[in-house]
């Protein structure tokens, strides 16, 4: 059975700082795409950061310089390191995992659909 379990969410003051975790069971992800998604109230689900299967990874323009993808192969664990949240950072946050073996983040930005996905964590940032 496949898990992606997120945790680290939570309430923090702009400008503050969040790391969020996303830990997979039952599948080896060394070599998968994998991303952190948001949706926000009323709004559509849209990609944070990608990480391709090198370490590779591509963030959003809304977040270039805040946020940081990473992964650690040797704990089926992927991270999302968040500074300077601001308040339109406010949503739900999931993780997800794609098979498809591609070196570049910004290769897996491009998927359309991710196979597997976490039941996602909350943020949310006070002003």
């Known amino acids: 059975q496949v898990q992606l379990v997120e945790s680290g969410g939570g309430s923090v003051p702009a400008g503050g700082s969040l790391r969020l975790s996303c830990t997979v069971s039952?599948?080896?992800?060394?070599?998968?795409?994998m991303g952190w998604f948001r949706q926000a109230p009323g709004k559509e689900r849209e990609g944070v950061a990608y990480?391709?299967?090198?370490?590779?990874?591509k963030v959003a323009a809304s977040v270039k310089g805040r946020f940081t993808i990473s992964r650690d192969n040797a704990k089926n664990t992927l991270y999302l390191e968040m500074n300077n949240v601001q308040v339109e950072d406010t949503a739900m946050y999931y993780c997800?995992?794609?098979?498809?073996?591609?070196?570049?983040?910004?290769?897996?930005?491009?998927?359309?659909?991710?196979?597997?996905w976490g039941q996602g964590t909350q943020v949310t940032v006070s002003s």
């Open positions: 990480v391709g299967w090198n370490n590779s990874p």
């Open positions: 039952g599948l080896v992800t060394n070599s998968f795409c």
């Open positions: 997800a995992a794609d098979p498809r073996r591609l070196l570049l983040g910004a290769k897996c930005a491009e998927l359309r659909e991710y196979a597997h």
